[in-house]
């Protein structure tokens, strides 16, 4: 009936979608975890893989590797994949085709990741859940939502808790946007990094280490990281301490950050809603280790703070010298923390009534002993320029 | 370069009666259409790879080899074989991967227990059609006397030569592509000219299927003859590039960590000395760098290959318990780096 129903559909739109396309129904119990990955294996382009409603338990990652399959659950609630007894691969989930829709379930304690695709272009993810139930740990997994090495992401509506590195981690891609999502309780909620083309809005990032991060790391085979726009997000009461693996980027992050920018060529952050990050509501700072990769540039360039409501903050900063930091400023740091650190006349720009502070360092890697912290004094831009940046429109049409 | 010769010859001998038998007997011939077709076989004995299923002796065509440097599977008693159709041959390309036609196949048996305790447990094959190679698990049954197509793996209890008991994982057909994928296509890994004793590619020469003995054959060491006086670093970096490299090198499924464990690689920050890591997560441990020269105990390459717990093992698949062999070499090579 379905393939009567699809060829009658193709007659009147004369879509393009392939004649094979159909859906197969995975309901959970006794066999599901084979009769899930099997139907991943067989399905061909264009199918629908639906999951049914309950609680599917899993002891092996499951992996999908064709093009133009959807994955589609009832609901992130209500279509779970428990990974709690997972005894081997590196992730929950593994993509590495391109066109997959991704929608409507949920992936619980996985022993690494929860969701990676790689190498998948014109990814969706919608509606996912990903979380570690048992709260901020190190023994959790780094990444939930975890699209690397692509072209075309969107990742919306959906929500990862618990993650001891990003909740959503884009690496390494481009044209992306990560909207309408809710972060909470994980190191950084979303980190952006080694990416062009990025649009993070309309998420709340909450009770994380860091809220949003965009850094740009040397030594990857993706560089040159920028042109991402942090737009109307809520960022608010980060205050998990980190619980990073010590190794981590992340774990350099300081407990109360709002946004992080480190490095990059061009970050936009603007209309966003800050409250109760303790440390700074955004910090913009060059990358802090050494490196020996000539492709690299480790400074933060062409970054702007556009206006944005900002609320408590820097309050209880995670910060060596805090005492005298905060009686300087009367008790709480103004919202933006800058190293100082320019390359060129390109460093950080910000919007008329944007106040902040430096630390006047002169060089990447320098010594935070040699900071000498002052009030931000930069002539605040009157207009600027940004391009508009994001996932192509396709993924956003995919999901009506 | 001996000892490869010796495991050649212990793979053949378990078959050897076998061997004797299939050239008095007419043998069936390999099911060229098995290996060309679209289908997935669903037995292994489809093929006809083997004369008789559970001794393993080979069909016409079908070639025993060993490597000099073997990926470790949980310590997986391994037997190989090339299959190749009738008037082709492998062509050398360097000390690379030899260059298979369409219609040959990679056949490896993965075996566990000695003397009448010995089981064959799983059977994969690699395909070459011509669209690409097409990577298939087959799991053997209780009677041992067939294999049958695993196309979402499994798990079997079994006990590991260490004497662990452990749940051995059998790949299924996309995990088989994460390793031997290379920019999202299926490759075979094993039979690189380097990894290959020279008397083996010269024996295949003679016989007509390879067209010549490249330099730099059998290059890698051999890792089974291997002594305590022996030099850390080539022991070291053959089993990081077999073990590790398929993943770990540009275009493979672990690309994005930008760590290049190939054997070819010289660019020491490239194969992990002072690199941090991008995507380890708890994987990191305590440690900041993938290889800290003179501190194994600092060096997360080791840490990772040390544990078994899923989320910070590696490799993340084919591999229950801690190769400890390994493990030593390892640590002796990072030991002796100059700090």
Known sequence: MKRIAYAAALLSTAAAAPLAADTHRIEPGEGAATRLQEALILAQPGDVIELGEGRFTLTDG???????????????????????????????????????????????????????????????????????????KPTNGAYGIYPVESVGVLVTNSKVSGASDAGIYVGQSSDITVSENIVTFNVAGIE????????????????????????????????????????????????????????????????????????????????????????????????????????????ARNVIVGPNAFGRGGDDPQLDGKEALLEAFGGALPPVLWDGIVEDDNGLRIAEGVTGWTLNLTKPGQSMAEARPGPLELTPLESWEFPEVGAPAALEARLK | MKHGFGLLALACATFGAALADATVLDPEPVNDAAITGTAFPKALSEFAFFQDGRAQGPSGRVHPYALNTPLWSDGAEKLRFIYLPAGSRLTADGEGLLQFPVGAAIIKIFAFGEGADRRLIETRVLLHRADGWVALPYRWNAEQTEATLALTGGRIDIVTPAGEAISYAIPNKNQCKTCHSIDNKVVPIGPKARNLAAAWLGQMVKAGVLDRVPEGAGTLPVWAARKPSDAAEPLARAYLDVNCAHCHQPGGGASNSGLDLRWEQRDPHAFGIGKRPVAAGRGAGEYEFSIVAGHPDQSILLYRMASAAPGIAMPELGKASVDKDGVAVVRRWIAEMPR
């Open chain 1, 62 to 136: 499951l992996s999908l590797d064709v093009d133009g399959v959807t994955v589609r659950g009832q609901g992130m609630d209500k279509s779970i994949l428990d990974f709690t007894g997972q005894q081997g691969a590196g992730e929950g989930l593994l993509v590495t085709s391109d066109k997959v829709t991704l929608r409507d379930f949920a992936v619980e304690n996985p022993k690494g990741d929860g969701i990676k695709s790689k190498g998948a272009d014109m990814i969706v993810y919608s509606g996912i859940r990903v979380e570690w139930t048992g709260g901020p």
């Open chain 1, 192 to 299: 952006i990094e080694n990416s062009r083309r990025a649009l993070v809005t309309n998420n709340i990032a909450s009770r994380n280490t860091g809220g949003l991060l965009v850094f740009d790391l040397p030594g990857l085979p993706v560089m040159n990281g920028g042109t991402v726009i942090l737009r109307e997000n809520v960022v608010s009461d980060n205050d998990t301490p980190n619980f990073a693996p010590p190794g981590n980027i992340v774990a350099s992050v300081r407990r109360g950050t709002g946004v992080l920018v480190m490095a990059n060529d061009g970050v936009l952050i603007e209309d966003n809603a800050f409250d109760n990050n303790p440390t700074a509501h955004v910090m913009v700072i060059a990358y802090v280790q050494p490196f020996d990769d000539p492709r690299y540039n480790p400074y």
